[in-house]
């Protein structure tokens, strides 16, 4: 159960969570401000819109999945433990010990290295869908739905290539 967290579900389940949740937040945002011509009202102040309004959100994106990421996999090993404790009546030393025996760094350091990609894949989207809106109110609402749907189909293709090159590589 701690490998499986650790290596796909925490960052896997955080990233489309994240995604469903702060990507269509993101897109919605800056397609409101395309729309409401902020984004040429900054750039005719000599402000670049990339480095005002995308970079703090790219960053923001990129800790927070790492660290919710973090919090998926504390979860996740609880739930391992509540259930195996509780319903397959498993000693809970024994639990905890076989556990911590399975469990390497490279377990966790991949997870947050996925973390951390995936983040990078849900801003970019996200701000991509969100500069590139047209067509009103209606436009905002496709760009936060298609944010949404490119970012799961994305993370899991990425968790795909990401799983097959640590299995290559022995990670």
Known sequence: VAIAVFRELGPLLSGIVLSGFAGASIAAEIGAMVEGEEIKALR???LN???FLVMPRFLATVIMLTL????ADVVGVLGGFLTGTMILDLDSTQYLNFT???LTNKDF???LAKAAVFGVMISVIA???GLN???GA?????ATTNTVVKCIVALISADVVFTAIFYAFGL
């Open 138 to 142: 209606e436009g905002v609402g496709r």
């Open 44 to 46: 005719a102040t000599a």
């Open 68 to 71: 919710i990421t973090v919090i």
């Open 109 to 111: 350091l991949t997870g």
């Open 49 to 51: 819109p990339v480095r």
């Open 133 to 135: 809106v047209t067509g």
């Open 100 to 102: 911590r025996d399975a």
């Open 127 to 129: 701000c991509y869908e």
